[in-house]
């Protein structure tokens, strides 16, 4: 499978939503570039794998993963999120 991952610097772009570092991860590439200054990143890359290689890639920087669904934009799922994401302590 292929994913798209936002990056800023070289890394992994991780965002925090009540405490929760998170890695948002798409299928569609354009999914990812219009928010690309929404999650503090400044490309989008393309990475082969699976699911597995994700959560690699996340525990590494510190997060979670979460692939965007292909059925609402970014931002509203990001609104979600902020919505009902319980804070962690």
Known sequence: MQFYI???KNRPQLIEIKG??????S???????TVLP???????RRVDGDAKM????????????LIAPENISF???????ERD???VH
């Open 6 to 8: 936002p990056f800023s």
């Open 20 to 25: 929760h570092r998170l890695l948002l991860v």
């Open 27 to 33: 299928e569609i590439e354009n999914q990812i570039k």
């Open 38 to 44: 929404d999650l503090g990143a400044d490309e989008v």
């Open 54 to 65: 994700l959560e690699l890639l996340a525990s590494e920087s510190g997060g979670g993963v």
């Open 75 to 81: 931002k509203t799922a990001l609104r979600y999120l």
């Open 85 to 87: 994401l319980p804070w």
